[in-house]
């Protein structure tokens, strides 16, 4: 599988959770806060997975 389309998978699905999944558990402010914070550093580890797919794509190219 490519990495650019992993990480983005992964950060869509971390942005879910922190934007979506989290309201859900309006009640509980506790697991809302850690259910944010879990999908924003998913969002964030995305990101990088995807940085680190083209890094590994272009590195065997000469400039």
Known sequence: M???LAGVL??????AMAR?????ADG???LMAVIY???VAL??????I?????EKET???KK
């Open 50 to 54: 995807v940085t680190f797919g083209m």
């Open 59 to 61: 590195a065997g190219r």
């Open 10 to 15: 992964i950060s869509l699905t971390g942005v």
């Open 28 to 30: 509980n402010t506790v």
């Open 2 to 4: 490519k990495f650019w």
């Open 37 to 39: 914070i879990l999908g």
């Open 20 to 24: 979506i999944v989290a309201r859900v």
């Open 43 to 48: 969002a964030l580890a995305g990101l990088f």
